[in-house]
């Protein structure tokens, strides 16, 4: 999730199990020539819980406003059990994570279906409508007429 812009503040509390690799400072602008991952939190403990754990606070702590961050994407993926219980792979993320909703169940394919139509309806309803008028002055309704007319402007 890259993002550009300026960092107007920054505030992060790392405390003990906790590094950081990063070379922003609050005042820094992000171009767009700038690697997307501008910082990087590493948490250790004597056991996954309490690395996790402190990862956790590290994250609730971290303070950057001005530019986008994966912040909230990553505590969710805290609270998720695969990881908790550190059964996930690298294709996780596609192909289990991002399919749940936000009660962590992952929806029917007639949800997905019914979301997807209603998406594309929603889509099709916000383009303009083009007025067509035929050669004697009259509007015409044909969808056809319409699609051609918009293809020519």
Same mark, same amino acid.
Not at 109 to 121: H, K, M
């Given at each position: 999730?890259?993002?550009?812009?300026?960092?107007?503040?920054?505030?992060?509390?790392?405390?003990?199990? !906790?590094?950081?690799?990063?070379?922003?400072?609050?005042?820094?602008?992000?171009?767009?020539?700038?690697? $997307?991952?501008?910082?990087?939190? !590493?948490?250790?403990?004597?056991? %996954?819980?309490?690395?996790?754990?402190?990862?956790?606070?590290?994250?609730?702590?971290?303070?950057?406003?001005?530019?986008?961050?994966?912040?909230?994407?990553?505590?969710?993926?805290? %609270?998720?059990?695969?990881?908790?219980?550190? +059964?996930? +792979?690298?294709?996780? !993320?596609?192909?289990?994570?991002?399919? %749940?909703?936000?009660?962590?169940?992952? $929806?029917?394919?007639?949800?997905?279906?019914?979301?997807?139509?209603?998406?594309?309806?929603?889509?099709? +309803?916000?383009? $303009?409508?083009?007025?067509?008028?035929?050669?004697?002055?009259?509007?015409?309704?044909?969808?056809?007429?319409?699609? %051609?007319?918009? +293809?020519?402007?």
């Amino acid at each position: 999730m890259p993002s550009t812009g300026k960092i107007y503040y920054m505030n992060k509390f790392l405390g003990s199990g !906790i590094r950081e690799d990063t070379g922003i400072e609050q005042g820094d602008e992000i171009s767009i020539y700038y690697d $997307p991952m501008v910082s990087k939190l !590493i948490s250790y403990g004597s056991s %996954r819980e309490i690395a996790i754990a402190k990862m956790k606070r590290a994250l609730q702590q971290y303070k950057i406003i001005g530019i986008k961050t994966n912040i909230n994407f990553l505590l969710s993926l805290l %609270r998720c059990d695969e990881f908790i219980n550190g +059964n996930y +792979n690298t294709q996780f !993320i596609e192909k289990t994570y991002l399919k %749940r909703g936000k009660d962590g169940t992952t $929806p029917a394919d007639e949800t997905i279906a019914a979301l997807s139509l209603a998406g594309i309806l929603f889509k099709e +309803n916000k383009k $303009p409508k083009v007025k067509i008028f035929n050669s004697n002055g009259h509007q015409t309704k044909s969808n056809w007429v319409s699609k %051609r007319s918009e +293809n020519y402007r």
